[in-house]
C-alpha cells in the first residue's frame, strides 16, 4: 500500500522562537526540524507501506530552507518528498495549509494519508480533518493504534474515557497521536542515503491554489505564569481532598 | 549559528545522537553509574544504528567520515552528564578501532571492520601501565616471537572497556634493544585468550559508568595475523592516532562543559536569593558569560584542528593546544557550575556533583595538560 505522509518542518525548540514585527509570524531559520509529533506518522506510514512492500511520500509545506527536517524523515527510510514553499503562503491559515497539501496529495497515487493531530509551532488541530473533506476521503482521528486490511482501516481512536473502534474504507486520511508507534532512529547510513533521496519542489501555481487569507494574527502575549501550587495538610482527610482534586481535573 | 566546518551531513547526524542521548542515555545515567557499567545493549543499539561505523570505510560497513565527525559525535555524547557512559563508545570509535582501521593489513582490516562498526567487537587500547603513563617509550610489556606469533608478557593500568572489551590494542616491545620509539608493535588481543586477564577494576573519583581495568599478560600467545600492522611502528601508530584521540576526548569534554553551563544557566535563572533570581547578579551572570566564551573559543579551535586533519595538514600544534586548553577550561566550567548551585552542588543528588567529578580527568587523560603544552611550546 502507499502511503503519504504530512510533516512539518519547525524551529528547533531547544531555541527560542523569533516572531516578525507588525504580522507576528514566526520566522523560520534555513536550519529547521522535523516536528516531533511528526516521526510517529512517519513511522506509522513505514511499518505499514514495508508490511505490503509499499511506497512512503512525505508532503510538507513551508520554507524548504536547507530541507534539514525532511531528510530526517527521508533518513528514517521514507523514499521521496514533495515540498510545497511559496512566498505568498506566508502567514497561511489552516484551510489554506489543507487546500494546499490536499491539492499535492490529490496528484498521488495513495491509499492513506497519514498526518499528526497537531503541529508544534501551530497548534491549529483542524488540519487533519480539513485535508480529508477537501480529498473527499474519510477522516479517522486521534488514533492510538492503526492496522490496515484490503481496503479497510481500523483504529482506536482515543478519546476520555479510552478508545472507540473506528473503521472506514481506503483511501483515507488518519491522524496518529503521539505514541501510536515507537519511531525508530535513522541509522547513520540512512542518514548519508538520504540526500540521494528526490525532493520535488511545488509552488502554489503548480497545485493551482491560491493564499485566501482569512485570518490576521491580532495579537500575542505571553502565557501566564503557572500559580504556585497548593499544600494540603493532612489531619486525616486529605486524601478525599487529593482524590476531588484530581477527579476535578479528570485525572482519575 | 552552527559553525563553518559542520555541513548538512554532519548537522543530520549531530539531530540524531543529540535525539539519542536525550531519550535512550540520558533517562538511564543515574543507574548505569550506581551499577559501575552501561549495559552491552546499549553498544549493541548504538552499532546498530552505525554510531560506530562513523570512521570506518563504506566497503567495511562504516560511513568513513573524518575527524569533525568524530569531534561532533564526541561532543554530542558528552552532553549525556554521565563521562563514564560516553567515553565507552568514544574510547571504541576513536582510541581503539583507529589502530585497525589506519595501520591494519588488508585481512586484519577484513577481519575485525565489519564487527567494529556493528558493535560485535567492542575494542579497548592498551598502552599505559603503572610506571609509563605520560612517557609511553617507559612500557614494559614485552613481546617475543614464538614460532608463527608471539608471545606477551606485561601488565597494562587504566585500561578503559578493559574489563569486558572484545578485543584489546596492546602495545609491547617488540625491540627491547633499540629506543623505545623504535621497538614498540601493536597487538590485537581478544578477549578469552589464555594467559590474558583483568586482574582488576580500579575504583574512581568519576567516570563511574565506565569500566577502567588493570591487566595482566602472562605468556599470552597470539597468532603473527594479531601484530596489526607493521613491527616496531607501534610508537609512531601510537603518537598518529594520539591526535584523534586528544580531539575525541575533548569532544566530550566540551559537550560536558556546555551541557553543564546550560543547566546552570536555567538553574540560577530559578534559584532566588536575597528576593530576586540569582542570575540577576552580575557577579554570577558575568562568570557564567566568560565561561561561555572559553567554551566557544575552545570549539572553534577544536574544529579548525579537526578539518585542519582532515585536510591532511600538520595539527600537532592546534591539537595539543586544545587538549591542554579545553581541559582546563573543562575544569573551570564545572567549578563555577558547582559554585553557582551552592549546597545543591556539593550533594551527590544534583547532576553537576557527577559532572564536576568526571571532569576532573580531561586535563590528566590522553595527555596532561603539563605535557601538552610542551608539545605546543615546541611548535612556537
Ligand atoms: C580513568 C582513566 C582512563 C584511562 N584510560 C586509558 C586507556 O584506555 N588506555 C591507556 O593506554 N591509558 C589510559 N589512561 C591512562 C592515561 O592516559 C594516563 O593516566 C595519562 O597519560 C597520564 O599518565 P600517568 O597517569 O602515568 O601520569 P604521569 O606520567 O605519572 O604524570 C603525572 C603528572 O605529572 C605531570 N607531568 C608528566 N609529564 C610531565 C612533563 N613532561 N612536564 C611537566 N609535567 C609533567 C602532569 O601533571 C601529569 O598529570 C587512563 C587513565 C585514567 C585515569
Not at chain 1, 482501516?153 to 496518529?176: C, E, L
Not at chain 2, 569533525?68 to 582510541?95: K, P, Q
Not at chain 2, 584542528?305 to 582532515?310: E, T
Request: hydrophobic share 40%; net charge negative; proline share 3%.
Amino acid at each position: 500500500m502507499n502511503v503519504v505522509v504530512c510533516v512539518k518542518q519547525i524551529p528547533d525548540p531547544a531555541t527560542p522562537y523569533k516572531l516578525e514585527e507588525g504580522t507576528s509570524w514566526l520566522i523560520r531559520p534555513e536550519d529547521q526540524v522535523l516536528d516531533d509529533t511528526d516521526r510517529y506518522g512517519v513511522e506509522m506510514g513505514l511499518q505499514l507501506a514495508q508490511e505490503s512492500e509499499g511506497t512512503v511520500t512525505l508532503v510538507s509545506m513551508g520554507p524548504t530552507g536547507n530541507a534539514q527536517g525532511i531528510r530526517q524523515a527521508l533518513a528514517m527510510g521514507a523514499d521521496r518528498a514533495i515540498m510545497i514553499e511559496d512566498d505568498g503562503l506566508r502567514g497561511s491559515d489552516a484551510l489554506t495549509t489543507a487546500r494546499v497539501l490536499a491539492a499535492a496529495i490529490s496528484s498521488e497515487a495513495f491509499d492513506l494519508v497519514i498526518t499528526g493531530t497537531e503541529s508544534t509551532d501551530g497548534y491549529s488541530g483542524v488540519v487533519p480533518q480539513m485535508i480529508a473533506e477537501l480529498l473527499g476521503a474519510p477522516a479517522l482521528t486521534y488514533a492510538t493504534k492503526v492496522e490496515v486490511g484490503d481496503g479497510v482501516v481500523t483504529i482506536h481512536r482515543q478519546t476520555a474515557a479510552g478508545y472507540d473502534v473506528v473503521t472506514s474504507s481506503t483511501p483515507a486520511v488518519v491522524s496518529v497521536t503521539a505514541g501510536v508507534v515507537e519511531p525508530r532512529y535513522p541509522t547513520f547510513k540512512g542518514i548519508m542515503d538520504a540526500k540521494k533521496k528526490p525532493i520535488e519542489n511545488k509552488t502554489m501555481s503548480d497545485l493551482g491554489v491560491e493564499n485566501r487569507l482569512a485570518q490576521e494574527v491580532a495579537k500575542i502575549t505571553n502565557a501566564p505564569e503557572r500559580e504556585a501550587g497548593r499544600r494540603i495538610e493532612d489531619e486525616g482527610d486529605a486524601h478525599t481532598e487529593i482524590v476531588a482534586l484530581l477527579e476535578d481535573r479528570k485525572v482519575i | 549559528m552552527r559553525s563553518i566546518y559542520i555541513d548538512d551531513d554532519l548537522e543530520a547526524i549531530r539531530l540524531n545522537v543529540r535525539d539519542f542521548v536525550e531519550r535512550e542515555i540520558l533517562p538511564n545515567v543515574e543507574t548505569w553509574e550506581a551499577e559501575r557499567a552501561v549495559p552491552r545493549e546499549l553498544l549493541n543499539e548504538m552499532g546498530k544504528l552505525g554510531f560506530f561505523g562513523l570512521r570506518i570505510p563504506e566497503e567495511y560497513g562504516g560511513i568513513g567520515l573524518g575527524h569533525v565527525a568524530s569531534l561532533l559525535f564526541a561532543e554530542e555524547l558528552g552532553r549525556c552528564t554521565s563521562g563514564g557512559t560516553a567515553i565507552t563508545a568514544v574510547v571504541h570509535t576513536d582510541l581503539a578501532t583507529p589502530y585497525v582501521t589506519n595501520f591494519g593489513l588488508r585481512e586484519q582490516k577484513e577481519h575485525f571492520l565489519p564487527k567494529f562498526a556493528s558493535g560485535e567487537m567492542i575494542t579497548a587500547i592498551g598502552v599505559t601501565e603503572s610506571d609509563a603513563g605520560s612517557d609511553v617509550q617507559a612500557i614494559r610489556t614485552v613481546a617475543r616471537p614464538d614460532g608463527d606469533g608471539w608471545v606477551i608478557n606485561g601488565s597494562k593500568m587504566f585500561i578503559t572497556n578493559g574489563g569486558f572489551a572484545d578485543v584489546v590494542f596492546i602495545a609491547a616491545k617488540t625491540n627491547p634493544e633499540v629506543k623505545g620509539s623504535r621497538g614498540i608493535s601493536i597487538f590485537a588481543v581478544e578477549k578469552g585468550t589464555e594467559g590474558f586477564s583483568a586482574s582488576r577494576a580500579i575504583d574512581k573519583m568519576g567516570w563511574h559508568a565506565s569500566d577502567t581495568a588493570e591487566l595482566v599478560l602472562a605468556d599470552v600467545w597470539v597468532p603473527q595475523t594479531n601484530l596489526i600492522g607493521e613491527e616496531n611502528q607501534g610508537f609512531y601508530y601510537i603518537m598518529h592516532n594520539f591526535q584523534n584521540e586528544r580531539l575525541a576526548v575533548m569532544g566530550l569534554a566540551l559537550g560536558e562543559a556546555q551541557k553543564a553551563l546550560e543547566l546552570t544557566v536555567a538553574y540560577v535563572k530559578e534559584r532566588k536569593a536575597f528576593g530576586k533570581p540569582l542570575w540577576d547578579k552580575q557577579a554570577v551572570r558575568h562568570r557564567l558569560a566568560m565561561r561561555q566564551a572559553e567554551v566557544d573559543a575552545g570549539r572553534e579551535l577544536a574544529y579548525k584542528a579537526a578539518w585542519m586533519m582532515d585536510q591532511g595538514m600538520d595539527a600537532v600544534r592546534e591539537v595539543s593546544e586544545v587538549k591542554a586548553f579545553v581541559g582546563e577550561v573543562d575544569n573551570r566550567v564545572m567549578y563555577d557550575c558547582v559554585q553557582f548551585h551552592g549546597g545543591m552542588g556539593f550533594a551527590a543528588e544534583s547532576i553537576i556533583e557527577r559532572m564536576y567529578r568526571d571532569a576532573r580527568i580531561a586535563s590528566i587523560g590522553g595527555g596532561a595538560t603539563e605535557v601538552m603544552l610542551d608539545y605546543a611550546a615546541k611548535r612556537l
